[in-house]
């Protein structure tokens, strides 16, 4: 039974994508730009959002490092499992740690990361949620890139600059990435060119 459960898994045309990034750096409105668009193309799309998932995974959070490496062990561990039974994921969470990418990338296999870049002076005059005024004003002492550390990828296989990219070509350079990897195919390319 085992064995024909791995066999399954190694049959997923599905994939993961992890967009990570700054609180307010762009990242959710990416997501949505691109999640239509390989929806038109026929693929089965989840986006795993960290804010929706906290809610439930840990409804009083703490965002301490135990508890975001758990958190993140868990979004990995869920998004592999969609992936598993055909499910293309969406990571839309900033994941502080290079650690909680990479071990979702070792988890699933077929997975890209993409790095939205947008200065912090950018992300807090961009906050719609209030993350780096709860900061300053002291009423959260974890924001990633004020207080916390956030470790931006090094070598992720997209860069996007939200502050000089829109947001529709930022979802073409995603996808001609995946097409380039043979995740998905340049049809999906040129229904997304119109």
């Known amino acids: 039974m085992a064995e024909g459960r791995i066999a399954y898994m190694n049959k997923s045309s599905a994939f993961a994508i992890w967009i990570t990034g700054l609180p307010a750096s762009g ?19 989840e986006v795993l959002e960290s804010d929706v998932l906290r809610r439930i995974l840990t409804p009083s959070p703490s965002y301490s490092d135990d508890e975001r490496d758990l958190f993140y062990r868990a979004l990995a561990f869920t998004g592999s499992r969609l992936v598993a039974h055909g499910i293309t994921v969406i990571f839309d969470a900033t994941a502080t740690k290079q650690v909680h990418r990479t071990f979702a990338r070792n988890l699933i296999g077929r997975f890209v990361e993409v790095a939205v ?69 340049t049809a999906v390319k040129k229904l997304s060119d119109g």
């Not at 990242?27 to 799309?45: H, N, Y």
């Not at 939200?162 to 995603?174: L, N």
Request: some cysteine.
């Open 27 to 45: 990242k959710s409105t990416i997501t949505a730009a691109l999640q239509p668009r390989l929806e038109a193309a026929g693929l089965l799309v």
């Open 117 to 185: 870049e947008c200065p912090l002076d950018v992300c807090m005059a961009r906050d719609t949620k209030g993350t780096y005024r709860k900061g300053l004003a002291g009423e959260s002492k974890t924001v990633p890139g004020l207080q916390t550390p956030y470790e931006s990828p090094q070598n992720p296989d997209v860069r996007i600059d939200s502050v000089h990219t829109s947001t529709a070509v930022a979802a073409e350079r995603i996808l001609a990435v995946l097409c380039g990897y043979g995740f998905v195919s």
